[in-house]
């Protein structure tokens, strides 16, 4: 046997010959491929699309952590003695401030729409506050 046989390399593990060649770099594809251009959306479908999504859903919008934070905080400005609250407390509390807020943002949506406007203003949220009244119910 000549030592010109470079083609085949001896597998270590199984130690047969295979028809590799050593150190060599993987063949490339001839044929190039197609970059994936992305499909651009018309203005104002995304969010259509997030606000179905978020009405489908029935999780929270405000993240857990941040709302215990808040709540334990407004909790030590008014009695630092209390430390510790439940699991399930802070959960109703959230579910009930998400609720406010859904409603409190869809009249002032109302009121937008009522003045011919899309966006939500400041005076729609002022407007809103004063029909509802000092306890904010109707």
């Not at 130690?15 to 770099?25: A, E």
């Not at 003695?81 to 802070?90: A, F, G, K, M, V």
Request: charged share 30%.
């Amino acid at each position: 046997m000549s030592s010109s046989s470079s083609s085949q390399v001896v597998d270590k593990r199984s130690s047969k010959p295979t028809n590799r060649r050593k150190n060599s770099t993987p063949r490339k594809n001839k044929t190039p491929i197609k970059e994936r251009t992305r499909r651009r959306c018309r203005p104002g479908q995304k969010a259509l699309k997030e606000i179905r999504h978020a009405q489908r859903s029935t999780e929270l919008c405000i993240r857990k952590l941040a709302f215990s934070r808040l709540v334990r905080e407004i909790q030590y400005r008014i009695n630092p003695r209390i430390t510790h609250w439940q699991l399930n407390s802070i959960a109703c509390l959230q579910e009930a401030a998400e609720a406010y807020l859904i409603r409190y943002l869809e009249d002032c949506n109302e009121a937008a729409v009522f003045a011919q406007r899309v966006t939500l203003m400041q005076k729609d949220l002022q407007f809103i506050g004063r029909l509802r009244g000092k306890n904010g119910d109707y």
